[in-house]
């Protein structure tokens, strides 16, 4: 982290931590919002990655994971930042009483996010290693528009998905770890 990738990352904290939260009020904490807001952790994990195996080949699996694990976090506490700034200033408007999401739906869109994550930021490792940086950033913006517009079209559908999505995205993690273990050890 430097100074320069450190100021847009408090511009976005505050702009969907506290300036969306305050403008949507009490419907900051609809279980439609919530899911949305967990997924960011993929939009923060995957381009992190792809700077990650950028910088050099990893020699062994190990390393691999400890590139991908750095950006899964990475993304994960950025957006739990997020969400937990949400719900200070939703509570801060409102202090009459304290007011949470579902924590059912919020658990289950952390575990979507989460894995979400895991599964694209492996993808841009390997991409970025089987093809370039600027491939890996190219076809993770064609996934990032694909998803966005299905949460635009049917914005109710994604709590509805959320725990079908995290099985989906395991299994696209295990095909990456496939993929990716073949780039990092060529036989």
């Known amino acids: 982290m430097t100074a320069k990738s450190i100021l847009p990352l408090l511009v976005l904290i505050a702009l969907f931590g506290v300036v969306v939260p305050w403008w949507r009020g009490l419907s900051f904490l609809d279980d439609t ?4 807001y967990a997924c960011l952790s993929a939009l923060f994990a995957a381009p992190y990655a792809v700077a990650q195996f950028s910088r050099d080949r990893p020699q062994t699996m190990g390393e691999a994971f400890r590139r991908i694990g750095l950006s ?17 200033t939703v509570n801060l408007n409102y202090r009459r009483s304290l007011h949470l999401p579902s924590l059912d739906v919020l658990a ?9 994550a895991l599964a694209l930021s492996m993808l841009a490792g390997w991409m970025a290693l089987r093809f370039s940086a600027g491939a890996a950033r190219t076809g993770l913006r064609l996934v990032f528009f694909g998803v966005i517009a299905a949460v635009y079209y049917w914005p109710a559908r994604l709590m509805e998905v959320a725990l079908p999505g ?14 990716l273990k073949r780039e990092v050890m060529p036989a």
């Open 166 to 179: 995290a099985g989906l995205a395991l299994l696209c993690a295990a095909a990456m770890l496939w993929l």
């Open 33 to 36: 919002m919530v899911t949305a």
């Open 108 to 116: 289950e869109a952390l575990g979507f996010g989460l894995l979400l």
């Open 72 to 88: 899964v976090a990475y993304g994960f506490v950025v957006t739990l930042v997020i969400l937990i700034a949400g719900l200070i």
